[in-house]
């Protein structure tokens, strides 16, 4: 069955960076496009990027250029989020989400268990 | 931006109750929606896909319909493992998310 298992949880200073990673199994890693999604505390969930395992394209979110980003490592079926420079507003839950497959099918159908992110001095 | 809006914010129903979630749009999306369901501590489950399409091993008792702006979520015949946070998402322009409603036990 389709599995995606994020890295453990993180506490970080106001300034400094955070790399999680999402490990992909159970399906063709290459077919499908990942994305990560954050959920902070009363906050609606929001995409922040994503990456097409297949062709290595990348996108991120224009709230979250020049601070997010996104790569794989296809041998490992793994892709990983770097987020920059953060602030006390980043701590929040990450997810990465599978996007279907094909141009037709394009909600998350499956989910990471999630990475929490604390920022704290 | 596509601004996605549910209501009621939080809903409180009984087990065995048909319940109706509402999810409207700033703009058309088509049939482009989604619906997920989130408990505690887990991650968001996909529920409903293009409006009105179950996904994989997602019971009967969950329907979804609308296009265009207007959509909602029936949930039949309320089961106690029914009671989480639902978020419909939009994917016809980039990707959003509603603020979600909570439904409670009452």
């Known amino acids: 069955q389709v599995q995606l298992v994020q890295s453990g949880t993180e506490v970080k200073k106001p300034g400094a960076s955070v790399r999680i990673s999402c490990k992909a199994s159970?399906?063709?890693?290459?077919?499908?496009?990942l994305f990560w999604v954050r959920q902070a505390p009363g906050q609606r969930l929001e995409w922040m990027g994503w990456?097409?395992?297949?062709?290595?394209?990348?996108k991120v979110s224009q709230k979250f250029q020049g601070r997010v980003t996104v790569d794989k490592d296809t041998s490992a079926t793994t892709v990983y989020m770097d987020l920059s420079s953060l602030t006390s507003e980043d701590t929040a839950i990450y997810y990465c989400?599978?996007?279907?497959?094909?141009?037709?099918?394009?909600?998350?159908?499956?989910w990471g268990q999630g990475t929490l992110v604390t920022v704290s001095s | 931006e596509i601004v996605m809006t549910q209501s009621p914010a939080i809903l409180p129903a009984s087990p065995g109750e048909r319940v109706i979630l509402s999810c409207r749009a700033s703009q058309s999306v088509g049939s482009k929606l989604a619906w997920y369901q989130q408990k505690p501590g887990q991650a968001p489950r996909l529920l409903i896909y293009d409006a009105s399409t179950r996904a994989t091993s997602i019971p009967a008792r969950f329907s979804g319909s609308g296009s265009g702006a207007d959509f909602s979520l029936t949930i039949t015949s309320l089961q106690s493992e029914d009671f989480a946070v639902y978020y419909c998402q939009q994917y016809n322009e980039w990707y959003t998310f509603g603020q979600g409603t909570k439904l409670d036990i009452k």
């Open positions: 989400a599978r996007r279907g497959y094909g141009s037709g099918h394009l909600y998350f159908d499956s």
């Open positions: 990456i097409d395992a297949g062709y290595g394209d990348t």
């Open positions: 159970g399906y063709t890693f290459s077919d499908h496009t």
